[in-house]
């Protein structure tokens, strides 16, 4: 009889590092089993390295990030860690951090295990970053590609720093996302491998040729030395170079996949599904048909974009920027205003105390669009409330408005309707903003007037830890 495979599931999310440890669920080779867990705040954000990117800039600090995953590995069962026979890891989408070949980190025993801890490596610039202006934007060569570039795509970003600052450039011969980077440094690649997921969120990448625009990006100046290669989502990247934690020398591990689709692959159990994340920022996801191709042509203004998925399949995906983060910094606000008068709260009070508010308060006339972060479709537009009374100044509607406002601005990029047409059947809410926010789904309910069951908070880690566990289970068949 086959041993039993457990796998590792890691997401490198925007505000935390989550981990899961998975197996295949006993007489059930369809089914899975989640044996342990782990989530840690990053605490990663940092001032840009970079002064010109000004306070648009959004970077974090590869150090913490990689702190909090060594955090999450720590908590988890050794005696598990030890059967682990296959790592995927995912992460968040479109950044970018660069370091030089060879010299990403040093092996060092961390205690009771061995870590490795990154050295020649910059700040992440991540996909929040706006330093890429309408106008710079539009300076850029177009893409051979159905996707369009936006702020916070790897490879706008990298044209930022080629005009702005080149001398940061030359400091570092190879770029990847951060998931990228972890997978490299386990594995001692020479040259990262970047998932066509991951590719594609960077811009300049073409799905249907799997290749990057090299012609148009050389004829613009552009370092493509720094591009990764890329291969099928899926696919083993290499095998690890050191023991880690308890995890055997030699395990195979993943080539990196995008949180997105990581998150679909544990939740979307039929093709009727839609998947629904409300994370940092918010993803309605649902499956186009094999066979589709997305046009050829990007269209800047499309609310929905088609991102590719595996076996050369597309999502359709409406990605709003504002999401959990909009309702973090409606908390800070408040917290900020509270420190003016005087008053010292702590945020997770606040939070608490005004989810509390809006539950009690079931529906209200005031109407906010949340957009301080604006969209990838519509960059400048900003947030905005009206229909203010002074019957609806109360925390639990301003509460209920805000949340409302994040479910319908995501309902105007993918409509209710337009899901119906594609034959969606069912919601499959996930992510952290929304399993532990109840108004949230009150609203969800509300505007998708759908079935609609919840998954879990560590969706992103269990998919790729489920993508490795697929393969292992294929292989002990063969």
């Not at 998708?448 to 697929?470: E, H, T």
Request: charged share 15%.
């Amino acid at each position: 009889m086959a041993a039993r495979s457990v796998t590792l599931g890691i997401d490198l999310g925007t505000t935390s590092v989550k981990a899961a440890l998975v197996e295949a669920a006993p007489g059930d080779p369809s089914g899975f089993v989640v044996l342990a867990s782990c989530a840690r705040a990053a605490q990663a954000e940092t001032a840009a390295q970079s002064a010109a990117a000004g306070p648009q800039g959004q970077e974090q600090d590869v150090r913490r990030i990689i702190q909090a995953l060594h955090e999450c590995l720590a908590a988890l069962p050794r005696q598990q860690l030890r059967k682990v026979c296959g790592i995927g890891v995912s992460g968040q989408m479109h950044g970018v951090v660069f370091w030089k070949t060879g010299q990403g980190c040093a092996w060092t025993e961390g205690g009771a295990a061995p870590v490795f801890e990154p050295r020649a490596v910059s700040h992440l610039v991540t996909w929040q970053d706006g330093r890429c202006g309408s106008e710079f934007l539009a300076s850029l060569p177009q893409p051979e590609s159905h996707l369009s570039v936006a702020t916070g795509f790897g490879c706008a970003t990298i044209f930022w720093l080629l005009k702005n600052s080149p001398e940061f450039l030359k400091s570092y011969d190879t770029a990847g996302t951060i998931h990228d980077y972890v997978v490299a440094m386990l594995c001692g690649l020479a040259r990262p491998l970047m998932s066509d997921q991951n590719a594609a969120s960077w811009g300049y990448f073409n799905t249907t040729s799997q290749s990057w625009n090299l012609e148009i990006l050389k004829a613009a100046g552009f370092p493509v030395q720094l591009l990764p290669d890329v291969a099928e989502p899926g696919s083993v990247a290499g095998r690890t170079s050191q023991a880690w934690f308890e995890i055997p020398r030699g395990t195979q591990v993943g080539v990196a996949l995008g949180d997105l689709q990581a998150s679909v692959y544990s939740c979307m159990a039929q093709k009727t599904d839609a998947v629904l994340n409300i994370s940092t920022s918010v993803q309605l996801v649902a499956s186009m048909p094999s066979g589709f191709q997305p046009a050829q042509t990007p269209d800047p203004a499309a609310p929905v974009a088609y991102f590719p998925y595996f076996d050369r399949t597309y999502l359709a995906v409406a990605a709003s920027l504002n999401g959990g983060n909009v309702l973090a910094t409606f908390v800070r606000m408040l917290v900020q205003w509270m420190a003016d008068l005087g008053l010292e709260v702590e945020e997770s009070t606040v939070y608490s105390c005004m989810i509390q508010a809006a539950a009690q308060q079931r529906d209200t006339c005031l109407t906010i669009t949340p957009t301080v972060l604006g969209e990838r479709h519509l960059p400048d537009q900003l947030a905005s409330v009206t229909g203010i009374s002074s019957s609806d100044l109360s925390l639990g509607h301003v509460t209920r408005a805000l949340c409302r406002g994040i479910v319908q601005n995501l309902h105007s990029m993918l409509p209710f309707g337009q899901l119906r047409e594609w034959g969606v059947e069912r919601v499959i809410g996930s992510g952290s903003a929304l399993s532990r926010n109840e108004v949230l789904k009150q609203e969800v309910q509300r505007a998708f007037p759908l079935p609609v069951s919840y998954g879990q908070d560590v969706d992103a880690a269990v998919g790729a830890a489920l993508v490795m566990l697929q393969r292992s289970l294929s292989q002990q068949k063969s």
